[in-house]
């Protein structure tokens, strides 16, 4: 009998520590087969589950131009979260995805891409951008802009360095005001404020924007006020979930499932759904 | 349509019989439906109104293992459940609660095929019977059902004098249950059956399901859900007595450090945690939104989904409600609205 609620067991290869409540896991598939096999595109989600604790929601972090680990980002906020975090390097735990669509990252070929994320918001972004930059001569330019509440507050700091050091991206990292440390040498203001100042074109340009809700609401009028096309800003919705494909019931906007329809959505689409998000 | 005829002794004689081939075999007893104990008097329905509980969890169990693990610190191993093997007949299903394996069989095959829904479906054979209730709860013929309709079931009972019922063999699947046993059956009598079937009155329509849904298509935000459910406890018993309510949780249960097993058990959209986020974030975090979900996945989502009601008018909702609310009055209300 096929079981399509039975997972495939990962083992935490490695725990990177983000922030005091945020890491990054990567993950090996334990049975080779289905690590040669296994395929997914950037802006999948996965249920991620501890045995004994329970399953969770989350994006696959990691790009699929590289497949040697999974990676998962996440911010401690419940049961099973608080359970990944007390887990150590060799456990075991399981996932199951991937599940719902993905960024179009065929259709941005040829265009200009801006990516736009706060606090732990960067990780369904940071698939796209990865993504991206392996199959950087497909695109134009390419901007990041980051933000987090404070210092201690950002993630993937590894990366934003290594963004921040190449030539053919430009990367804006910033912190809220009062989350600046005496030596931050980035911006330091709230995101909306620091996408308006950030002479992006909105001409032939995609946006990929994630993060919580407020920084969302306030960032989409400046983008629509730059001339960004309501089909070209992208976003990704997050409901509760359980069972990731469209049948425990709980994650739909009204009649849209966001395991299924989503959790990729342009503004267009976003602004036809009912206000149940 | 092929018509048998069968006397009540030989229908309970038959019943023994699927329970000695090794099958499940349960009864309408006119207060519930329960694993068939072969008294003459369980054997009810006609005139009772719908039991207490659907038998839906003969196919989605209101609680049931996806998996067992057993784990030690670094290892997990998973053991997989053994479900099916075992045909499950059913006696006696009202014509509201004969349709919903085939409504519910929509969700759990779109995409993903969920086969702890479709083994046991697979092995169900559904022996409906007409019905002869009717009261205030009831709206079965609002959505598309009625008393004397044999959607969904396999075999169909009309209840005929002298305690004799003509059988209609509805589907192949009803007709195999009984080829095994054809000397419990004489030859049907279509016209005595017909007469029966056309005294049971056909209950009025309490509203247009059509109009219903085109209000819904324009009224996501309205005033009216505020005052619908504000008396809504939010205990979810509407969902539990469903015969197609179909959501359900996942949650992990040790046995002990070292084992346990994953569970898929009933939820339901009017407990206010269903849809509660992580950070504290709901989207429906009150009621009236809830109730909004509840209607709209019935008489909308469903509809435009898969093309069925996700309803069948049985009236347990209402009937079972502790705050007296009444899905049918409620849709009938939002029927005049559209006026």
Redesign the interface.
Known sequence: MENIYKPYLMEIAEIIPETKDTATFKLKFKDPEIASVFNFKAGQFAEYSVFGEGECTFCIASSPTRMEYIECSFKEAGKVTAALNRMNVGETIGFRGPYGNYFPVEEMKGSNVVFISGGIGLAPVRCVIDNVLDLRDEFKDITIIYGARSVQDLVYKNLLDEWQKRSDVKTIVTVDPGGETPDWKGEIGFVPTVVEKASLKAENTFAIICGPPIMIKYTMPVLLKLGFEESKIITTLENRMKCGFGKCGRCNIGNVYVCKDGPVFTYEQMKALPEEY | MEEKRITKENLIKLGSNWVNDGMNVYVNNGKKYTLMKLHEEDLKGFEEAPPLMSYKEIVFPKTEP??Y?K?S????E?I?PK??GVKNIVIGAKPCDAKSISIMSK??N???????FN?RAEESVIIGMACKYNDEHCFCTSVGISPVSTDGSDLFLIPLANDNFGVRIISDKGKELISKYESYFTNGDSEESENVLSSIPIPEKKFNAENVKSWLDKN??SEFWNTTAEMCLGCSQCAFVCPVC???????E?YSFTE?R?M?NW?A?QNGL??????G?N??DKQP?RYR?RV??KF??YK??FDEYLCTGCGRCSRGCPAGIDIGEIVERIDKLTN
């Open positions: 996806i998996l693990y784990k610190q670094k290892e997990v998973i997989e479900i099916g969700v759990f779109w995409d993903y095929k969920d086969s702890f083994v996501f935000e179909h959501c359900f949780d996942i949650v992990d040790d346990g994953r898929k939820d959209c269903f849809t509660k986020h992580a950070s974030h989207p429906r939104k979900q709209s996945h909308k989502y435009d989904k």
